[in-house]
């Protein structure tokens, strides 16, 4: 998943002395905490930006795997999956995966996944290439 303007409001809050904040909604934070490892599945996020702040909100939550300052996010998606196919000796795909973004990067994971008929969805606010 992408993380700003998909667990965040989309905007970056600065202060004149360069401090940066984001607003997560505390809604998604238990869905991801307190759901999904109950169904076994397993958050990624995997996100352009880079944040101290994002750090954070993942160890609440407990998201094991962050990737930070990755504009190229389908070739980390797909090296997600080998490694993790390698450590457990399995044989999951793009077809196993629930992806969500909202902007243009996020377009080559929610493409490939759509294809390989995994699952994609996007906030209403998206980008409008993201949204068709």
Do not use: H, W
Request: proline share 2%; glycine share 6%; charged share 30%.
């Amino acid at each position: 998943m992408d993380v700003d303007g998909t667990l965040t409001d989309g905007k970056v809050y600065m202060s004149d002395n360069g401090e940066i904040f984001k607003v997560f909604d505390i809604k998604d934070g238990g869905g991801i905490k307190d759901i999904l490892p109950k169904l076994n599945i397993i958050p990624v996020v995997i996100t352009a930006r880079k944040s101290k702040i994002l750090e954070n909100r993942c160890n609440d939550l407990n998201i094991k795997y962050l990737y930070q300052d990755c504009r190229n996010k389908i070739d980390k998606l797909n090296e997600i999956i080998n490694e993790y196919n390698k450590n457990n000796k399995c044989n999951y795909s793009l077809k196993n995966v629930a992806y969500i973004g909202d902007d243009l990067l996020d377009l080559q994971c929610i493409l490939a996944v759509n294809e390989f008929g995994g699952i994609s969805a996007c906030p209403k606010n998206s980008a409008s290439d993201v949204l068709k």
